[in-house]
């Protein structure tokens, strides 16, 4: 199949389309910020066109998101649709603990109790892509 023949599609509107992000300006804005790689290159222009075998790379609620595209889409449909344009191949997320560590319930926590506590934050995520 040569190049022309192989059906490809915007990257913003793929990510759309395979529901990791629920609108299409999100998907845009996380591209254009350069936090989404393609077989392992960086990109940061919505208009990059993807199609099926790429394997694309990005964070997404604070997770590693590692999927190989399989194919194009014609819709965003309903979600067992979406999981067909992909395959997984995301590691498994590490377990986090259900505790703080920082602080021990005993009165108010300090500033070092308080900067523990950060480094466990949820929000912060593990897989930095720069």
């Not at 199609?51 to 609620?61: A, C, G, R």
Request: charged share 30%; hydrophobic share 35%; with cysteine.
């Amino acid at each position: 199949m040569t190049d022309a023949a192989r059906p490809s599609i915007r990257i913003d509107k793929w990510l759309w389309h395979a529901r990791f992000f629920k609108t299409r300006t999100l998907a845009a804005s996380v591209v254009a910020a350069g936090k989404v790689r393609v077989d392992g290159t960086p990109v940061s222009k919505t208009s990059r066109a993807v199609s099926p075998d790429m394997v694309l790379t990005f964070v997404k609620e604070g997770e590693a998101k590692v999927v190989r595209i399989l194919a194009c889409g014609e819709r965003r449909g309903p979600a067992p649709e979406a999981q067909s344009l992909y395959e997984d191949l995301s590691p498994e997320p590490e377990p986090r603990p259900m505790t703080n560590p920082g602080y021990e319930g005993k009165g108010r926590p300090n500033r070092k109790d308080r900067e523990n506590a950060a480094a466990f934050d949820p929000a912060r995520h593990p897989f930095d892509l720069e």
